[in-house]
Protein backbone atom coordinates (compact mmCIF):
# COMPACT_ATOMS: atom_id res chain seq x y z
CA UNK A 1 0.00 0.00 0.00
CA UNK A 2 1.77 3.20 -1.32
CA UNK A 3 -0.48 5.90 0.88
CA UNK A 4 -1.35 9.05 -1.06
CA UNK A 5 0.69 10.12 -3.71
CA UNK A 6 0.81 13.93 -4.28
CA UNK A 7 2.86 15.35 -7.52
CA UNK A 8 4.77 17.53 -7.59
CA UNK A 9 6.60 17.48 -4.38
CA UNK A 10 7.49 21.06 -5.12
CA UNK A 11 6.05 23.64 -7.61
CA UNK A 12 7.19 27.36 -8.39
CA UNK A 13 5.15 29.29 -10.43
CA UNK A 14 5.53 33.01 -11.31
CA UNK A 15 2.12 35.57 -10.73
CA UNK A 16 -0.20 35.01 -13.10
CA UNK A 17 0.68 31.51 -13.89
CA UNK A 18 -1.43 28.33 -14.04
CA UNK A 19 -0.42 25.59 -10.94
CA UNK A 20 -1.90 22.00 -11.67
CA UNK A 21 -1.70 20.00 -8.09
CA UNK A 22 -2.35 15.85 -8.60
CA UNK A 23 -3.22 13.71 -6.12
CA UNK A 24 -3.54 9.43 -6.33
CA UNK A 25 -5.61 8.04 -3.38
CA UNK A 26 -5.10 4.61 -1.71
CA UNK A 27 -6.64 2.50 -3.58
CA UNK A 28 -10.43 1.24 -2.70
CA UNK A 29 -10.63 4.51 -0.89
CA UNK A 30 -13.98 6.06 -2.47
CA UNK A 31 -13.39 9.70 -0.61
CA UNK A 32 -10.48 12.14 -1.58
CA UNK A 33 -10.22 15.57 0.01
CA UNK A 34 -8.23 18.91 -0.46
CA UNK A 35 -6.60 20.81 2.35
CA UNK A 36 -4.11 23.88 2.83
CA UNK A 37 -1.40 24.46 5.54
CA UNK A 38 -0.47 27.94 5.52
CA UNK A 39 2.01 28.92 9.17
CA UNK A 40 -1.19 31.55 9.39
CA UNK A 41 -4.16 30.19 8.82
CA UNK A 42 -3.25 26.60 9.63
CA UNK A 43 -5.05 23.36 7.61
CA UNK A 44 -7.94 24.47 6.02
CA UNK A 45 -10.39 22.16 4.41
CA UNK A 46 -10.44 23.04 0.91
CA UNK A 47 -12.97 20.51 -0.88
CA UNK A 48 -14.30 16.71 -0.87
CA UNK A 49 -15.19 13.95 -4.08
CA UNK A 50 -17.20 10.87 -2.95
CA UNK A 51 -17.16 8.43 -5.55
CA UNK A 52 -15.46 11.06 -7.71
CA UNK A 53 -18.86 13.20 -6.97
CA UNK A 54 -18.15 16.78 -5.88
CA UNK A 55 -19.32 16.48 -2.37
CA UNK A 56 -18.68 19.83 -0.61
CA UNK A 57 -16.65 22.76 -1.87
CA UNK A 58 -17.15 25.13 0.84
CA UNK A 59 -13.82 25.71 1.67
CA UNK A 60 -12.61 26.90 -2.15
CA UNK A 61 -11.86 29.81 -2.74
CA UNK A 62 -14.51 30.88 -5.83
CA UNK A 63 -12.61 32.16 -8.07
CA UNK A 64 -9.09 30.72 -9.96
CA UNK A 65 -9.71 27.62 -7.70
CA UNK A 66 -10.96 24.44 -9.41
CA UNK A 67 -10.80 20.83 -8.79
CA UNK A 68 -11.72 17.72 -10.59
CA UNK A 69 -12.19 14.13 -9.84
CA UNK A 70 -12.44 12.23 -13.45
CA UNK A 71 -11.85 8.90 -11.94
CA UNK A 72 -10.99 6.81 -9.39
CA UNK A 73 -7.24 6.66 -9.23
CA UNK A 74 -6.79 10.53 -9.26
CA UNK A 75 -7.78 13.61 -8.37
CA UNK A 76 -6.61 17.24 -9.36
CA UNK A 77 -7.02 20.91 -8.06
CA UNK A 78 -5.74 23.48 -10.53
CA UNK A 79 -5.11 27.09 -9.81
CA UNK A 80 -5.39 29.60 -12.31
CA UNK A 81 -3.46 33.19 -12.04
CA UNK A 82 -1.92 32.78 -9.07
CA UNK A 83 -1.00 34.75 -6.48
CA UNK A 84 1.39 34.91 -4.17
CA UNK A 85 -1.05 34.41 -1.09
CA UNK A 86 -1.77 30.94 -2.82
CA UNK A 87 1.47 29.96 -1.59
CA UNK A 88 1.15 27.04 1.00
CA UNK A 89 1.35 23.55 0.93
CA UNK A 90 -1.76 21.27 -0.27
CA UNK A 91 -2.86 18.43 0.91
CA UNK A 92 -4.09 15.34 -0.44
CA UNK A 93 -6.25 13.07 1.63
CA UNK A 94 -7.89 10.02 1.02
CA UNK A 95 -10.79 7.68 3.42
CA UNK A 96 -12.69 4.59 2.68
CA UNK A 97 -16.35 4.36 3.41
CA UNK A 98 -16.01 2.82 6.76
CA UNK A 99 -15.20 6.10 7.86
CA UNK A 100 -14.70 9.08 5.50
CA UNK A 101 -13.81 10.91 8.92
CA UNK A 102 -10.69 8.70 9.32
CA UNK A 103 -9.11 10.58 6.90
CA UNK A 104 -4.78 9.59 5.44
CA UNK A 105 -2.70 12.36 3.75
CA UNK A 106 -0.31 12.59 1.42
CA UNK A 107 3.30 14.35 1.55
CA UNK A 108 1.84 17.03 0.16
CA UNK A 109 2.43 19.63 -2.44
CA UNK A 110 5.00 22.86 -1.37
CA UNK A 111 3.47 25.24 -4.06
CA UNK A 112 5.66 28.81 -4.14
CA UNK A 113 4.09 31.64 -6.13
CA UNK A 114 6.95 34.39 -6.71
CA UNK B 1 -13.63 31.63 16.46
CA UNK B 2 -11.84 28.94 16.43
CA UNK B 3 -13.55 25.65 16.88
CA UNK B 4 -10.83 23.68 17.76
CA UNK B 5 -8.36 25.01 20.27
CA UNK B 6 -4.82 23.92 21.17
CA UNK B 7 -4.25 26.49 23.51
CA UNK B 8 -0.07 25.33 23.50
CA UNK B 9 1.87 26.23 20.92
CA UNK B 10 4.50 24.31 22.14
CA UNK B 11 5.73 21.97 24.86
CA UNK B 12 8.96 20.61 25.73
CA UNK B 13 9.57 17.30 27.99
CA UNK B 14 11.85 15.05 29.27
CA UNK B 15 12.75 11.45 27.68
CA UNK B 16 11.17 8.90 29.06
CA UNK B 17 8.33 11.65 30.72
CA UNK B 18 4.50 11.71 29.89
CA UNK B 19 4.02 14.59 27.29
CA UNK B 20 0.40 16.14 27.32
CA UNK B 21 -1.22 17.59 25.01
CA UNK B 22 -4.54 19.42 25.50
CA UNK B 23 -7.39 20.38 22.67
CA UNK B 24 -10.88 21.97 23.29
CA UNK B 25 -13.98 22.56 21.10
CA UNK B 26 -16.60 24.37 20.40
CA UNK B 27 -19.67 22.18 18.84
CA UNK B 28 -21.18 20.02 20.97
CA UNK B 29 -22.35 18.18 17.51
CA UNK B 30 -18.76 17.22 17.17
CA UNK B 31 -18.19 13.30 17.14
CA UNK B 32 -15.37 12.32 15.98
CA UNK B 33 -11.52 13.35 17.35
CA UNK B 34 -8.78 12.23 15.33
CA UNK B 35 -4.80 13.33 16.52
CA UNK B 36 -2.16 14.27 13.98
CA UNK B 37 1.43 13.60 14.05
CA UNK B 38 3.38 15.60 11.76
CA UNK B 39 7.08 15.77 10.69
CA UNK B 40 9.14 18.65 8.66
CA UNK B 41 8.25 18.22 5.81
CA UNK B 42 5.88 15.21 5.55
CA UNK B 43 1.79 15.24 5.42
CA UNK B 44 0.09 15.03 8.70
CA UNK B 45 0.09 11.52 9.94
CA UNK B 46 -3.32 10.06 11.79
CA UNK B 47 -2.09 8.66 15.48
CA UNK B 48 -5.04 8.17 17.26
CA UNK B 49 -8.60 8.63 17.05
CA UNK B 50 -11.83 8.89 19.46
CA UNK B 51 -15.47 8.90 19.50
CA UNK B 52 -17.94 10.97 21.69
CA UNK B 53 -19.30 7.95 23.40
CA UNK B 54 -16.32 6.94 24.64
CA UNK B 55 -13.89 8.59 27.47
CA UNK B 56 -10.68 7.21 27.03
CA UNK B 57 -8.71 5.19 24.00
CA UNK B 58 -5.97 3.68 23.88
CA UNK B 59 -2.98 2.72 21.16
CA UNK B 60 0.36 1.72 23.18
CA UNK B 61 2.03 4.66 24.11
CA UNK B 62 -0.76 7.24 22.94
CA UNK B 63 -3.64 7.37 24.89
CA UNK B 64 -6.74 10.23 24.33
CA UNK B 65 -8.90 11.08 27.44
CA UNK B 66 -11.99 13.11 26.06
CA UNK B 67 -14.41 14.83 28.59
CA UNK B 68 -17.79 15.39 26.67
CA UNK B 69 -19.28 17.95 29.38
CA UNK B 70 -16.68 19.91 29.00
CA UNK B 71 -16.03 19.78 25.70
CA UNK B 72 -12.09 19.10 26.25
CA UNK B 73 -9.32 16.03 24.76
CA UNK B 74 -6.24 15.31 25.43
CA UNK B 75 -3.87 13.35 24.16
CA UNK B 76 -0.97 11.51 26.65
CA UNK B 77 2.47 10.32 25.45
CA UNK B 78 4.16 8.06 27.66
CA UNK B 79 7.56 7.41 27.76
CA UNK B 80 8.23 10.05 24.99
CA UNK B 81 10.99 9.44 23.17
CA UNK B 82 13.22 12.14 21.14
CA UNK B 83 11.52 10.58 17.93
CA UNK B 84 8.13 11.77 18.90
CA UNK B 85 9.46 15.05 18.84
CA UNK B 86 6.52 16.72 16.10
CA UNK B 87 3.67 18.94 15.78
CA UNK B 88 0.59 17.59 16.86
CA UNK B 89 -2.84 18.36 15.39
CA UNK B 90 -6.28 18.01 16.95
CA UNK B 91 -8.92 18.24 14.96
CA UNK B 92 -12.81 17.42 14.53
CA UNK B 93 -14.53 16.16 11.82
CA UNK B 94 -17.75 18.90 11.49
CA UNK B 95 -20.44 16.08 10.84
CA UNK B 96 -23.06 17.36 9.33
CA UNK B 97 -22.26 14.85 6.36
CA UNK B 98 -19.50 16.76 5.29
CA UNK B 99 -16.87 14.85 6.42
CA UNK B 100 -14.89 17.69 6.64
CA UNK B 101 -11.73 18.12 9.38
CA UNK B 102 -11.67 21.20 11.14
CA UNK B 103 -7.62 21.20 12.81
CA UNK B 104 -6.63 22.87 15.98
CA UNK B 105 -2.95 25.22 15.49
CA UNK B 106 -1.12 22.28 16.53
CA UNK B 107 1.02 22.00 19.10
CA UNK B 108 5.10 21.45 18.83
CA UNK B 109 6.48 18.49 21.31
CA UNK B 110 9.79 18.42 21.68
CA UNK B 111 11.54 15.57 24.04
CA UNK B 112 14.73 16.23 25.34
CA UNK B 113 17.11 13.69 25.68
Known amino acids: NAGVIQTPRHKVTGKGQEATLWCEPISGHSAVFWYRQTIVQGLEFLTY????????DSGMPKERFSAQMPNQSHSTLKIQSTQPQDSAVYLCASSSGQNYAEQFFGPGTRLTVL | QQQVRQSSQSLTVWEGETAILNCSYENSAFDYFPWYQQFPGEGPALLIAIRSVSDKKEDGRFTIFFNKREKNLSLHIKDSQPGDSATYFC????????????FGSGTQLTVMP
Open chain 2, 91 to 102: AADASSGSWQLI
Open chain 1, 49 to 56: FRNQAPID
